[in-house]
């Protein structure tokens, strides 16, 4: 494995962070509100297969008693 002296490293560090490119604000606020839409569909989605597994299996030990 190659060592680097601490400038040079310091240096590269400069040039990889000078790549990072930000969200912009519009792109922020979208995803976190498709973020909050998906969050809510899949609460709901578990919620009825849950409703669902209770009704069916309520049923099935009623019918058993």
């Keep these: 494995?190659?060592?680097?002296n601490p400038l040079q490293f310091l240096q590269q560090v400069r040039?990889?962070?000078?790549?990072?490119?930000?969200?912009t604000r519009r792109e922020v606020v979208l995803?976190?509100?498709?973020?909050?839409?998906?969050?809510?569909?899949?609460?709901?989605f578990f919620s009825l297969v849950d409703w669902a597994i209770r009704s069916g299996l309520t049923g099935i030990l009623s019918a058993f008693n």
């Design 1 to 4: 494995m190659a060592t680097t």
């Design 15 to 23: 040039s990889e962070a000078a790549k990072i490119v930000w969200p």
């Design 31 to 44: 995803t976190t509100i498709m973020v909050f839409i998906l969050s809510a569909i899949t609460a709901t």
